[in-house]
């Protein structure tokens, strides 16, 4: 169990999130689609997913007794290649969440120059309430739910919060079942099982990477740079190890248990296994605890939210002390935050880009099941930083260009890559 919520972390809680998040992703895209003069009709097709999917999940308890949990699977866009998007199990999970993160999604496989259009799936549960045999059944009679729309070449769903390579080796199964051996029906799955080397960590080193990119634009040198991340499940531990690796120095920490500070630094590998062991930041040793609302507050040279969305809004951006933003988590800014930090002179490294390097190492992973190759982790680390580092350098010449915030910038570079191909099917 949790512990219970402070009186700041409730009201952090209660403030998180300011409007919708499909109403928030689409104000964004619709800024980005003013400034690029964007066809009427084109706005008005893309602002809409292609398909919205519910399904009742029903499933069996180890006592015997059935249960029925809600799923979605949203279809955003496929004008440039099969839906591509992860799967998340969280009591918060609802249609209008995923309907926003799956558009997010066709931004960003866009931006990062890989052919997959955009789709989120999720299931609305507390996934910690549950036996190990319990999310099995769960997970294989979703993806039974939705198999007549999901395919190597429709649409390849992959982990995201509360999902892992276990989860999508029984999404596997339960297709190939039916269908026989079709390892690019997910991402993210085990090596064992067609998995690629290098994905587990791709998204947080895609983090690191997109950090370093804009420390070195902006003339900060990142040895030494202090760093704060909230959020140390898979994006932020992987983000922190890297960016370690580079010489930043990471200065707190959180998990959704609370979190640690130290001025001076941790010493990441021994956190890691730290948690690892026990389960939790909390209680690491040569640290003072800080909960998560005054972590976001911290003085730093970068903030990297790394958890869950609109954490950064209207009730806390005027107290952030950072230089920069790295956006590790999907839409942890609102776009009303992000309009202060952009007057603040806060720069923000959003969420399409930054995070961008999950969904690329998937592309990786699809490829090489397709053509039934093996590529070692070095390659796929050497591709990953190609791929990110490219589209780093377009939105910040769009930026500089044009005089927008690097989010309008990646918005803007992502819908027109989008808005060309929707015109040359001549749909």
């Given at each position: 169990m949790g512990r219970s919520m402070s009186g700041k972390d409730k009201k952090f809680a209660e403030n998180k999130v300011c409007m919708s998040s499909f109403d928030a992703c689409m104000q964004q895209f619709n800024a980005a689609a003013d400034l690029l003069d964007l066809?009427?009709?084109?706005?008005?097709?893309?602002?809409?997913?292609?398909?919205?999917?519910?399904?009742?999940?029903?499933?069996?308890?180890?006592?015997?007794s059935l249960d029925s949990l809600t799923g979605y699977r949203v279809q955003h866009n496929n004008v440039c290649g099969p839906f591509k998007g992860g799967i998340r199990f969280h009591?918060?999970?609802?249609?209008?969440?995923?309907?926003a993160l799956a558009a997010l999604m066709t931004w960003k496989t866009?931006?990062?120059?890989?052919?997959?259009?955009?789709?989120?799936?999720?299931?609305?549960?507390?996934?910690?309430?549950?036996?190990?045999?319990?999310?099995?059944?769960?997970?294989?009679?979703?993806?039974?739910?939705?198999d007549p729309d999901v395919g190597p070449h429709r649409d390849i769903p992959a982990p995201d919060m509360n999902t892992?390579?276990?989860?999508?080796?029984?999404?596997?199964?339960?297709?190939?079942?039916?269908?026989?051996?079709?390892?690019?029906?997910?991402?993210?799955?085990?090596?064992?099982?067609?998995?690629?080397?290098?994905?587990?960590?791709?998204?947080?080193?895609?983090?690191?990477?997109?950090?370093?990119?804009?420390?070195?634009?902006?003339?900060?040198?990142?040895?030494?740079?202090?760093?704060v991340i909230q959020g140390f499940g898979n994006v932020g531990?992987?983000?922190?190890?890297?960016?370690?690796?580079?010489?930043?120095?990471?200065?707190?920490?959180?998990?959704?248990?609370?979190?640690?500070?130290?001025?001076?630094?941790?010493?990441?590998?021994?956190?890691?296994?730290?948690?690892?062991?026990?389960?939790?930041?909390?209680?690491?040793?040569?640290a003072e605890s800080i909960e998560?609302?005054?972590l976001l507050t911290l003085p730093c040279d970068f903030l990297i939210p790394a958890a869950l969305g609109g954490v950064i809004n209207e009730s806390n951006v005027d107290e952030l002390q950072c230089r920069f933003v790295i956006e590790g988590a999907n839409a942890p800014t609102t776009p009303a935050a992000a309009e202060k930090l952009w007057d603040k002179k806060i720069r923000v490294a959003p969420d399409i880009l930054a995070n961008a390097g999950g969904v690329t190492v998937s592309y990786f992973e699809w490829v090489q099941n397709l053509q039934q190759l093996n590529w070692t982790e070095d390659q796929v680390n050497k591709m990953l930083e190609k791929k990110l580092v490219a589209a780093f350098n377009r939105v910040v010449a769009l930026h500089e260009k044009k005089n927008v915030s690097l989010r309008m910038a990646a918005y803007m570079v992502g819908i027109k890559i989008v808005a060309k191909a929707f015109m040359l099917r001549g749909a």
């Amino acid at each position: 169990m949790g512990r219970s919520m402070s009186g700041k972390d409730k009201k952090f809680a209660e403030n998180k999130v300011c409007m919708s998040s499909f109403d928030a992703c689409m104000q964004q895209f619709n800024a980005a689609a003013d400034l690029l003069d964007l066809d009427a009709d084109i706005r008005s097709t893309l602002c809409k997913p292609d398909r919205e999917i519910a399904v009742e999940v029903m499933f069996r308890r180890d006592d015997g007794s059935l249960d029925s949990l809600t799923g979605y699977r949203v279809q955003h866009n496929n004008v440039c290649g099969p839906f591509k998007g992860g799967i998340r199990f969280h009591p918060e999970v609802d249609l209008d969440e995923v309907r926003a993160l799956a558009a997010l999604m066709t931004w960003k496989t866009a931006l990062v120059g890989v052919p997959f259009g955009g789709a989120k799936g999720g299931i609305a549960f507390d996934p910690s309430e549950y036996s190990h045999g319990e999310l099995e059944r769960i997970s294989r009679r979703f993806f039974r739910e939705i198999d007549p729309d999901v395919g190597p070449h429709r649409d390849i769903p992959a982990p995201d919060m509360n999902t892992n390579e276990q989860v999508m080796a029984w999404f596997m199964d339960e297709y190939e079942q039916r269908h026989g051996h079709a390892p690019a029906v997910v991402t993210g799955k085990p090596v064992e099982l067609g998995g690629s080397l290098g994905r587990a960590a791709a998204t947080g080193r895609g983090v690191a990477i997109i950090t370093r990119e804009t420390a070195q634009h902006f003339g900060v040198d990142l040895s030494g740079a202090s760093v704060v991340i909230q959020g140390f499940g898979n994006v932020g531990s992987y983000a922190a190890d890297v960016l370690y690796q580079m010489g930043a120095k990471i200065i707190a920490v959180s998990d959704v248990h609370g979190g640690i500070h130290n001025a001076g630094g941790f010493t990441i590998p021994e956190l890691i296994d730290y948690v690892k062991e026990r389960g939790s930041v909390v209680g690491y040793p040569h640290a003072e605890s800080i909960e998560n609302a005054d972590l976001l507050t911290l003085p730093c040279d970068f903030l990297i939210p790394a958890a869950l969305g609109g954490v950064i809004n209207e009730s806390n951006v005027d107290e952030l002390q950072c230089r920069f933003v790295i956006e590790g988590a999907n839409a942890p800014t609102t776009p009303a935050a992000a309009e202060k930090l952009w007057d603040k002179k806060i720069r923000v490294a959003p969420d399409i880009l930054a995070n961008a390097g999950g969904v690329t190492v998937s592309y990786f992973e699809w490829v090489q099941n397709l053509q039934q190759l093996n590529w070692t982790e070095d390659q796929v680390n050497k591709m990953l930083e190609k791929k990110l580092v490219a589209a780093f350098n377009r939105v910040v010449a769009l930026h500089e260009k044009k005089n927008v915030s690097l989010r309008m910038a990646a918005y803007m570079v992502g819908i027109k890559i989008v808005a060309k191909a929707f015109m040359l099917r001549g749909a």
